[in-house]
C-alpha cells in the first residue's frame, strides 16, 4: 500500500442525478462525465485525478438504478468510493462496472484533500498521519471482478483461458 490516493469529500445521500444528471443522459459517457456532481462539487470532473477517491456520507448512490452514476466515476479514473452505506443497486452497478466501494462506518472522519492509502485486503484506509479506519470485508470474487476491470471483462477474460487452443 504504497500509493495514496487524494479524497473528495461529499455528504450523505449523494443520488444518482447527482453523479449522471439527467439532462446529460441523451449523451455518451465522455459527456456525462462532465457533469458528475456538477451542482455540489462543480469542480469535480474538471480537477478530479485518475487514482483519486471519493469519501461520502451514508447512502451513497441512492435513487434510480442507472449505470452512469458508476461509469461516470469510472471514466474519471476514480480508484474508490468510501462510504458508511450504499444503495443496493448501487453497489451492484459499481462492482460490475469494476470500481472499489468500501464500507466504512467511519469515513466521515476523513477531510476534503487529504491523502490516503487503501489495503484491499484488510480491507482499511490509512491516513498519511497514520490513522487506519477498518472497513467491511469484501468477497473475493467482488475483488476480483474490481481487478479485471468489471464483470464483463472479468467475462472475456474467462472466455480467453477457457477457448480451445488451435
Not at 500509493?3 to 449522471?20: E, M, P, Y
Not at 449523451?27 to 471519493?54: K, N
Not at 453497489?91 to 466521515?108: D, I, S, V, Y
Request: hydrophobic share 45%.
Amino acid at each position: 500500500m504504497s500509493t495514496f490516493h487524494k479524497v473528495w469529500r461529499l455528504g450523505a445521500d449523494i443520488d444518482t442525478d447527482l453523479l449522471a444528471p439527467g439532462h446529460a443522459m441523451k449523451h455518451g459517457i465522455d459527456i456525462i462525465a462532465t457533469h458528475c456532481l456538477e451542482t455540489v462539487r462543480p469542480e469535480f470532473a474538471r480537477d478530479v485525478r485518475s487514482g483519486d477517491v471519493v469519501v461520502a456520507g451514508p447512502n451513497f448512490g441512492i435513487g434510480s438504478s442507472r449505470e452512469q452514476a458508476v461509469a461516470a466515476l469510472v471514466h474519471l479514473g476514480v480508484a474508490a468510493v468510501i462510504a458508511p452505506s450504499y444503495s443496493g443497486l448501487y453497489f451492484r452497478n459499481a462492482f460490475n462496472l469494476g470500481l472499489l466501494l468500501l464500507t466504512c462506518a467511519e469515513a466521515e472522519l476523513l477531510q476534503d484533500g487529504e491523502r490516503i492509502g487503501i489495503d484491499r485486503a484488510a480491507p482499511a484506509v490509512t491516513a498519511a498521519d497514520g490513522r487506519r479506519l477498518p472497513c467491511e470485508p469484501i468477497p473475493g470474487f467482488l475483488l476480483d471482478m474490481v481487478r479485471a476491470g468489471g464483470l464483463m471483462n472479468q467475462l472475456r477474460q474467462r472466455a480467453g483461458k477457457d477457448a480451445p487452443h488451435a
